[in-house]
């Protein structure tokens, strides 16, 4: 009997402004394929039976599906409209998740670097923590701004927030069903805001966001 109590909602509704370019940053190739391939090919890895529910603008199904032809790609996965914002985008993607999945990740389509052992960690642990994200250390000096005054503040105290992020299916429904609010920077950031902790774990370092041509060039290394 295959295991479908697992999904991923990849999240890809970028439009490439930050990147210089007309073509919207998920399709731009990468190596051999479009970045969101490399994504989706990931996950397939982790688990091929795990329900893989990717969020697309409407605009752009019918160039998705073109170029899963033309790369003959073959990772299954569901398609769903985005929204308005990510928080709407992600509602949609919850909405096509299987009635059997317990657990629900979710993940931006332009993270094609995310490892292996940091996919497993998260979808092990949330059954215990019931929301679980990747973070990294910040290794560079911050400072705290406030008008023209500013002054260093701590970073031990701080992390950068990576995805996937994984969480119990009802929790991250539950959570999805509040009043959208401009607070709601992530997945997170809903959950927490029905009270619920969100357990915090190492990401990896290369699991970049590949937003700007810089970026495209790391990724391009890292292959």
């Known amino acids: 009997m295959l295991d479908k109590k697992k999904s991923i909602i990849i999240v890809a509704g970028g439009k490439g402004t930050r990147m210089g370019v007309s073509l919207p940053k998920q399709f731009l190739v990468l190596g051999d394929k479009p ?5 989706l090919s990931l996950f397939h890895a982790y688990d091929p039976h795990l329900q ?3 969020v697309l603008p409407e605009s752009e199904h019918k160039y998705w599906n073109t170029l899963c032809s033309e790369y003959k790609f073959d990772v299954p996965f569901t398609l769903a409209c985005g929204g308005e914002s990510r928080f709407h985008s992600v509602s949609n993607g919850l909405a096509k998740v299987s009635a059997d999945i317990a657990w629900v990740g979710v993940h931006d389509g332009v993270r094609p670097f995310v490892s292996q052992e940091v ?3 998260c979808f092990d642990l949330v059954r215990r923590y019931q929301a679980v994200i990747p973070t990294i250390d910040v290794f560079e000096t911050l400072r705290h701004f406030d008008g023209d005054v500013s002054h260093t503040v701590d970073r031990s105290q701080y992390r950068l927030v990576q995805t996937p992020q994984v969480f ?11 009043a959208y609010n401009a607070c709601f920077t992530d997945d997170a950031s809903v959950v927490e805001a029905l009270g619920i902790s969100v357990k915090c774990i190492a990401g990896n370092r290369e699991n970049i966001k590949v937003t700007t041509p810089f970026d495209l060039k790391i990724g391009e290394a890292l292959l």
């Open 35 to 39: 970045i969101l391939m490399h994504t």
């Open 52 to 54: 893989i529910v990717l």
């Open 119 to 121: 996919i497993a960690s």
């Open 168 to 178: 119990s299916a009802d929790v991250l429904k539950k959570a999805y069903r509040q």
